[in-house]
């Protein structure tokens, strides 16, 4: 733990549930903080642009700025604009992210590429028909993340990936995906803090997306018991993590850190 110079830090399930902190958060990104290392929050969110999670996250308590969140929104932004320059994009997302979306320009009708975001109340039938058309006259299809859920005070929420597997069925595509588990979004995210993936170590309580995802990309993989952990999943899974925590109040100890436990 000696070499590690900046943490990448999920921040649904991991810092907080439903935007209210979960128990010793606040006390452990302080602590972080306080150490000198760098932090990044790297989520798939895609219900909030990054100033918006940087002022509930702040009037949380927690010590973060706009600049410190990377969103699969701003990722996908930056990926269509790069690989689809000038693209007419149709986007089916649940929430208002325009703000990190640049220039991109959104279309109703006969788009180039259809983008999918998180899911809501938008993702009905005639939405996801209407993109199962576009499919078939030949657009792309991009993805912010492939999540089948995530975790409120109310429980398990499906999410997207369950929509976005049987669209790829059913138009017989297969989706381009910038959010977590691409290894470009963790590229991105090594990139804005300036170290390499071996001096980095990533926190999150998705095992597949966040934390083996991230060790595949040479990163140190910490998987929490918490948000949309569950024991069954981490049983199952492709790989092992690095390390495994209780929570995300547990990692100052795991990286031999002294924490002021004072609100």
């Not at 302080?30 to 940087?54: E, H």
């Not at 010590?63 to 994009?89: N, Q």
């Not at 899911?119 to 993340?145: K, W």
Request: aromatic fraction near 4%; charge should be negative; proline fraction near 4%.
């Amino acid at each position: 733990m000696e070499s590690v110079r900046a943490v990448l830090i999920d921040i649904d399930g991991v810092l907080t549930v439903s935007w209210k902190p979960l128990p010793g958060a606040v006390e452990a990104l302080r602590a972080i903080r306080a150490a000198g290392l760098g932090v990044a929050l790297v989520t798939n969110t895609t219900s909030r642009t990054r100033a918006s999670i940087a002022e509930t996250l702040s009037g949380a308590g927690f010590d973060v700025r706009a600049e410190d969140v990377l969103t699969a929104p701003a990722v996908t932004a930056a990926h269509l604009a790069e690989h689809f320059p000038g693209a007419r994009c149709a986007l089916l997302n649940s929430g208002d992210i325009g703000e990190d979306l640049g220039d991109l320009t959104l279309v109703e009708e006969h788009p180039d590429v259809v983008v999918l975001g998180g899911a809501g109340p938008e993702f009905d039938y005639t939405a996801l028909n209407r993109a199962f058309g576009h499919l078939q006259r030949g657009a792309r299809l991009v993805a912010m993340h492939r999540n089948l859920y995530w975790r409120t005070d109310e429980g398990l929420q499906l999410d997207s990936g369950a929509f976005l597997l049987g669209l790829e069925k059913a138009a017989r595509v297969e989706a381009e995906v910038t959010g977590k588990p691409s290894p470009a979004f963790f590229e991105a995210a090594l990139a804005r803090l300036g170290v390499s993936a071996d001096r980095a170590l990533m926190v999150g309580d998705d095992i597949e997306s966040d934390v083996l995802a991230a060790q595949r990309a040479g990163i140190t993989g910490v998987l929490v018991r918490t948000g949309k952990f569950q024991p069954e999943t981490l049983e199952h899974a492709s790989g092992t993590p690095d390390h495994v925590l209780d929570s995300f109040a547990d990692l100052p100890a795991l990286l031999g850190l002294a924490q002021d436990t004072e609100s």
